[in-house]
């Protein structure tokens, strides 16, 4: 079983930085893509960025140039560098991995349970 659990939500200013981490665990043959996605109220969720394992990134147009996404395989953490705040980045931002857990079974997509985002004056 996967576990994923992220930290570094919470209140920020406008214009300000966040930085979020995920950190997974459980019996893992081999982590492919690794992404974040954000829920805003009465919204569906919604795409943030991703990495591959090789680490080459994407990020959605939101937040293209604001954010980073990085990850350290050896460790199976994700990190999301989140500057230039805005009030519409205000979200529920949950981590997410494509993982295989034994050489011959099929990769699942394995979600945490949310961190809290909130851009405020």
């Known amino acids: 079983q996967v576990q994923l659990v992220e930290s570094g939500g919470g209140l920020v200013q406008p214009g300000g930085p966040l930085r979020l981490s995920c950190a997974g665990s459980?019996?893992?043959?081999?982590?492919?893509?690794m992404g974040w996605y954000l829920q805003a109220p009465e919204k569906q969720c919604d795409f943030v960025a991703v990495i591959s394992h090789g680490g080459a990134t994407n990020y959605s147009d939101s937040v293209e140039g604001r954010f980073t996404i990085s990850r350290d395989n050896a460790e199976n953490t994700l990190s999301l560098q989140m500057n230039s705040l805005k009030p519409e980045d205000t979200a529920v931002y949950y981590c997410?991995?494509?993982?295989?857990?034994?050489?011959?079974?099929?990769?699942?997509?394995?979600w945490g349970q949310g961190t809290q985002v909130t851009v405020s004056s």
């Open positions: 459980g019996t893992i043959f081999n982590i492919y893509n």
């Open positions: 997410s991995e494509d993982a295989r857990t034994t050489v011959y079974g099929s990769m699942s997509q394995y």
